[in-house]
């Protein structure tokens, strides 16, 4: 049980690190630079250059 319970902790704060993350360019990613995808989602770059290669491709 306390091995499962470290994967799943493990698990979640893998996903956080990863959304922390320019989702072009993989560096850490500032959250005053966003756009949104066709998802609906919020994401967030790195820099202007990122966030408008991320917009041509999904408007």
Excluded: H, Q, R
Aim: proline share 5%; net charge positive; with cysteine.
């Amino acid at each position: 049980m306390k091995t499962l319970l470290s994967i799943a902790i493990l698990s979640l704060g893998s996903v956080a690190f990863a959304a922390d993350k320019c989702p072009i360019s993989g560096k850490p990613a500032d959250p005053s630079i966003t756009s949104t995808g066709k998802d609906g989602k919020t994401v967030s770059f790195c820099c202007e250059k990122c966030k408008a290669k991320f917009d041509a491709k999904n408007k």
